[in-house]
């Protein structure tokens, strides 16, 4: 989010590439949060489009390409799609409770952080295994086996 909203070059670049705007976050609430990671999740494609464009862009600044030749050596890892997925399936539910304590439902609140935590200990390994397969079938992925075959 920083590296595109640092210029408005980049983030003209983005908004070509990806119909909804990465916005930035609020220190105070979880909503914030769950909207960018919703955006990464299902537009992560057209994201590293954008970066490799200004990566390779003649006219970029050297600053400008380093920082998105560095940006894409993080995105383009097996852990940051995976986690990516991950994310995007349990922040739902952390908003769901966030919402509830904002709004005042302290037991409804309470008794939805004992079943999420509870659902999160007992199916870590499904969790985990879904976002991994979710990830194996992203369009990245074959970029990604791609890059550690070549290692």
């Known amino acids: 989010m920083a590296y595109f909203s640092a210029s408005t070059n980049r983030w003209e670049v ?42 390779l862009d003649a006219v970029s600044s050297p600053k400008t390409k380093f920082e998105a030749v560095s940006l894409l050596k993080g995105i383009h890892t097996f852990e940051f ?25 302290i037991d409804v609140a309470c008794n939805l952080v004992k079943c999420l935590t509870a659902q999160i200990k007992d199916c870590t390994g499904t969790i985990l295994n879904v976002s991994h397969e979710e990830a194996k079938r992203s369009c990245l992925y074959s970029l990604i086996q791609t890059r550690l075959l070549r290692r």
């Open 81 to 105: 799609v995976a986690f990516t997925c991950f994310l995007a399936e349990n922040i739902k539910k952390i908003d769901i409770v966030s919402k509830m304590l904002q709004e005042g439902f």
């Open 14 to 55: 983005l908004l070509k590439y990806s119909p909804l705007a990465l916005k930035k976050e609020s220190d105070t609430r979880w909503s914030s949060r769950r909207e960018p990671i919703t955006v990464v999740h299902k537009h992560l494609v057209k994201i590293v489009e954008a970066v490799n464009l200004l990566a």
